[in-house]
Structures are given as structure tokens and as C-alpha cells.
T-cell receptor, first 114, second 111 residues
Framework: DTGVSQDPRHKITKRGQNVTFRCDPISEHNRLYWYRQTLGQGPEFLTYFQNEAQLEKSRLLSDRFSAERPKGSFSTLEIQRTEQGDSAMYLC????????????FGPGTRLTVL | GQQVMQIPQYQHVQEGEDFTTYCNSSTTLSNIQWYKQRPGGHPVFLIQLVKSGEVKKQKRLTFQFGEAKKNSSLHITATQTTDVGTYFCADRKAAGNKLTFGGGTRVLVKP
């Protein structure tokens, strides 16, 4: 168990609905990353936080996507007006700054948009 | 943008045999990390290579970083059924530690 938890593990929604995912990083890890992984592909970087500051966003992150980490601990990823192309596994990872360069991944949230 | 490519995409290996998977980048790699993802699981960190020409071993796994830092390889000897999974390489950028993953090599082991 890596210690990173994500909720929910699975989400089925209808096109056009909004969804929100939560990630709880390993305690005291100040860096938190979101990735998206589609079937048969490697994870793609979406965004990352250092504490509560969102430092980088990928061009993959359209205006319908928003991520927050208000208190520098857990993070949420919201997708508005979901589309079928949003169906994927959304992975969260965390890392302690100043330590090894290892990112610890959570189990992911699998989103299916009908 | 940068492209990280892995070959082969699929690897069917007889148990006990050796195999190698390759990772190539369109640009110079900063640091290369390797991850393993079991079926239905999440990526798990295996190792990081930093220096040009670096070679690291973990039991039956040997990781190598190319001299020009544009490629890397993972060699597994005496494959076991526990080696089943997808092996990803990822370029770790120093700024922000962002990872750019390759497409992975899916390994199936025939007993």
C-alpha cells in the first residue's frame, strides 16, 4: 500500500454531468500530481501542486477541468460537462520535496462517461 | 513536444527466458524512471537513472541509461510469472518533477 488514497475508485456518469474526484496524498508530502491514463497508454500529466499552489497545468487540462488543493493536503479534480472522451483512469501521486524523486501513485479513479 | 516511445508494445515471454524492453526519446532525457503496473493496479516506482551510461541492477532486473541520454533499457533475466505487468519508462524533468511516460511494454509470461 503506497499510502495515497483516492475516492471514489469508480465513477459512472452520463455525458454532460459534473464529477469530482478526491486525492489524499501521503501525509507531509507537499507535492501532489494528477495524471490521466487511457486504456493501453501511459499516464499523461495533467497538473501538479506544491502545497496549495498549482504550479503547472498541461494543455490537456481544458477549461472544463479544475483542480484544487485548498489547504495543501488533499486535492480535488473536477470535470464539468463530461464528455465520452473523458473516460479514463485518473491517477494521483504525491512526493515529499527534498527527498527521493519517487512519486507514489494512488489506486486511481476510473471514470466512465456514458 | 517531447515524445517518449517504448518498444516492443507487447512482449510474450516463456518463463525462464530473458527479454529487453527499450525506451527512446525524441529529445534528451533529464532523468529516466521506470515503473511497473500490474494488471488492474497503479504504477509502482522501480528505479531512477540520472547519469549518462548509468547501469543499475535490482535482482533479475538490469536498467541502463544511454550514453547520449536519449534512450534507456530494462533487461529481465529468467522471467517469472510475477514479472507480468506493464513496464513504463518516464522522463522526469528537474523542474517540478513532472513525468512524461512512454506507452509501456506489456509483458505476458507463458508458464
Amino acid at each position: 500500500d503506497t499510502g495515497v488514497s483516492q475516492d471514489p475508485r469508480h465513477k459512472i456518469t452520463k455525458r454532460g454531468q459534473n464529477v469530482t474526484f478526491r486525492c489524499d496524498p501521503i501525509s507531509e508530502h507537499n507535492r501532489l500530481y494528477w495524471y490521466r491514463q487511457t486504456l493501453g497508454q501511459g499516464p499523461e500529466f495533467l497538473t501538479y501542486f506544491q502545497n496549495e499552489a498549482q504550479l503547472e497545468k498541461s494543455r490537456l487540462l481544458s477549461d472544463r477541468f479544475s483542480a484544487e488543493r485548498p489547504k495543501g493536503s488533499f486535492s480535488t479534480l473536477e470535470i464539468q460537462r463530461t464528455e465520452q472522451g473523458d473516460s479514463a483512469m485518473y491517477l494521483c501521486a504525491s512526493r515529499a520535496e527534498g527527498s527521493t524523486d519517487t512519486q507514489y501513485f494512488g489506486p486511481g479513479t476510473r471514470l466512465t462517461v456514458l | 513536444g517531447q515524445q517518449v516511445m517504448q518498444i516492443p508494445q507487447y512482449q510474450h515471454v516463456q518463463e525462464g527466458e530473458d527479454f529487453t524492453t527499450y525506451c527512446n526519446s525524441s529529445t534528451t532525457l533529464s532523468n529516466i524512471q521506470w515503473y511497473k503496473q500490474r494488471p488492474g493496479g497503479h504504477p509502482v516506482f522501480l528505479i531512477q537513472l540520472v547519469k549518462s551510461g548509468e547501469v543499475k541492477k535490482q535482482k533479475r532486473l538490469t536498467f541502463q541509461f544511454g550514453e547520449a541520454k536519449k534512450n534507456s533499457s530494462l533487461h529481465i533475466t529468467a522471467t517469472q510469472t510475477t514479472d507480468v505487468g506493464t513496464y513504463f519508462c518516464a522522463d522526469r524533468k528537474a523542474a517540478g518533477n513532472k513525468l512524461t511516460f512512454g506507452g509501456g511494454t506489456r509483458v505476458l509470461v507463458k508458464p
